[in-house]
């Protein structure tokens, strides 16, 4: 186990390396400048800036500079919010998307799990259907789209929760609601499917035979079996909350981290882009890892100590 | 049996996260205006307190650094400079008292008057010397105005040349400034409004170091308000500065802005009556035209196209104005955008610039180059003609944002329409890329746009002379050259606006060197119960010194 971990670890910083040289490499494609008043900037004006902010040097310069401010935890300063460090925006920002992210994630697995279970269990009946149709509308429907009948319904209509703004605990509600519809539905679906295949094997068979109660039958051995497949889904589906924050963010004006990656985007603010960038490749890498260990928790059969597994 | 698994694994690192801190605002004050805190009892008196709303957050405080209206708009409220801007956009004495020329106007003197930053410190003279200075040393984005302003050593300062501390500002005593300019300049007054020329007490600045207006309590006040709140992503909250020297004309007691970056969501937050003012974009504009609150605001910025005039048939005047008259402006405004924006023939847009006898800049020089189609077909046949073709192919450089691809496919329609064989193909890409064709002249037509650097039209009118940074087509009259450099130092302020007015002549009457299209306008829905909030056209959008609730 331990040499496992230290091999994750290792691959983990290649993997972050290689990303971060990456965007670091693609960012200087991207035409224009981090200044904000590019529209009445002149020539030796821009020069004058470049220099003051390195952007005249050779780019393989400014790629070692930024590496070795990374690797002393240095992730430089914002162009556009003049002053701030990068450091003390993502710290500013990373509670509120966390929290909804978060409780999108475990909100949607739990509804998910019971649907999907519910319908497996009471197959092709109206409970079936009802929980299909959910899941279908949930997968092809985008979360703004449900974001938008959230706030106007629950928010304006009925007036139950806030519309928008980052107030109270009540305003987390409606955000993360809006995050868990493609939760519920993938998980749903998921985990009905692998539950009818589960139900079909002949150690369900036997264990019925050998006279278990329903209820052993199913928690001992359906879920347990049906649930492996449903936690390597955990992962893509934590890392599509994490993006599916920008637009639910924007619509409820959370200060989160979403919104301020597209912005650093569009303005071209270098050293926010690569901040965030490592912090979502970072925290991708991280959950993967935390997948592959959920799995040896759920299913003895599978064993971390063999390198090959990674 | 769900439960166990719950309470097991996903309960606890929920509650860590929430315990972690998530900065709520705190939402119990930061109800709407329009109900409730009000003197119910008796004197039926409404709270002076309003909720407005920005798209984002501020970029910095630090004035030195200020770059945007969403900055220039908090800067103006808490601070004042020598100058401030009035509601009828003219310029009017702030902090200064007194304002003292010498003979030729090159030598200013100002008296401060008695007044205290936020921190009981007296403003001084050495404030507003130590302010421009760093504007200067930190290269702060609007250095340029300092330039314009014609203050002494500034260009030479910004192209690095002599040291910040050369700068032709001076304090003589506690209370007395002198600046010094290279030449009189009649929109010195006019620039003094800016953010840019705002005070900074140099203690306190040195004294917060690299925090320095980060958090609101590490900004200094000594305007109609005080910064009393910040939070990050969220909003802020001016209060009114019981210690303002004008605050008795000062009615607002509090304004709480928050950030709303969703306009629907903006709009259902303004139903919902937690917040007073709100942008709307087009798409919103039918669904809520018949609001009480709805308005239509003019704003200052100008959308236009550019021709290259180096192109070998875009540079004949004919093809040019037949192109200016192709255009259908109204559809354009009236169908297409739907956003507030109104039709534009001229450079200066409506409705800001008054002449010192006050008249508005537009109706003096009324419409130019508005014309049919069928008039703009007989100067197309005589430019085909002279250039020696019958037909014509050109590409439109166009920023890929929605407006203006909107607008592109808006102007291929009218020209292909309207003026026979004439082929537009239209190029979109990023915003950026957009400039840095432009900036390379290597288009044949631009949409362009533009917006005002101060509040007067010779921020639209001087970047058309020959070898300006914001020329970009490479156009060149001798004689617009000669009016521009005439009205800079001209202090006769009616013998100047005669120029100014002449200048777009030159530039339209005589070359169509550029096809107006329109000016920018923005909707709001705005609780009617607010009065006087006042509008600006350049520098900081909004005052709120005169603003109150009825």
Redesign the interface.
Known sequence: MKRYLIQRFAYAVITLFIIVSATFLLMQLLPGTPYSNAEKLTESQRAILDAKYGLDKPVALQYLTYIGNLVQGDLGYSFQYQGRTVMSMIGDRIGPSALIGLQGLVFGTIIGLVLGIISALRHNTAIDYVSVTIAVLGMSIPSFVFAALLQYYIGVKLGWLPVALWENYQSTILPSLALSVTVIATVARFIRSEMLEVLGQDYVTTARAKGLNESGVIWKHVIRNALIPVVTMLGPLAVSIMTGTLVIEKIFGVPGLGEQFTLSILVLDYSVIMGITLLYSALFIFVVFVVDVLYGLLDPRIDLKGGSKA | ??KKW?SRF?AP??AA??L?????????E?GGSSEGESGAEGDGSAAQTIVLSEQ??I??M?ST?A??SIAFNVLNNINEGLYRQNESNEVELAMAEKHDKNEDETVHTFTLREQNWSNGEPVTAQDFEYAWKRVMRE?G????MLVTAGIKNAEAI???EVDADELGVKAIDEKTLEVTLEAPNPLFETLLAFATFLPQNQAFVEEQG?Q???EAENVLANGPFVFSEW?????WTLEKNEDYWDAENVKLDKAEF?????P??GA??Y??E?VDRVKLTSSLVDQYQDNDGFTNEKASGIVFLRFNHNHEVLSNANIRRAVNMAIDRDGLTDVILKDGSTPLYGVVPEGYYNSPEGEDYRELNGDINKGTAEEAQEFWKKGLEEAGIDSLTVSLNIADTDEMKKVGEYLQAQLEDNLPGFKLELKA?????R??IE?AIEYDLSLS???P?YADPMTYLDMWVDGS??NRMDYSNPKLDELVAEARTDTDLSNRYKTLLEIEKVLLEEDAAVAPLYQRGNTYLTRPSIENLVIHPAGADLSLKWASVK
């Open positions: 049996m769900n719950v996903m690192a929920a996260l929430i972690a801190g998530c900065n709520f605002s705190g939402g119990d930061s984002s957050d970029p910095t630090d650094k770059h945007d290269a984005p609007y250095n340029y910004m192209n690095e690299d320095y207006a980060l939070q990050q992503e969220q909003g928050v950030v709303v970056k969703d629907q969501s259902n937050l139903e919902t937690k890409v990023p915003f950026a890329q400039l840095e900036k746009t533009w917006g650097d940074s914001a």
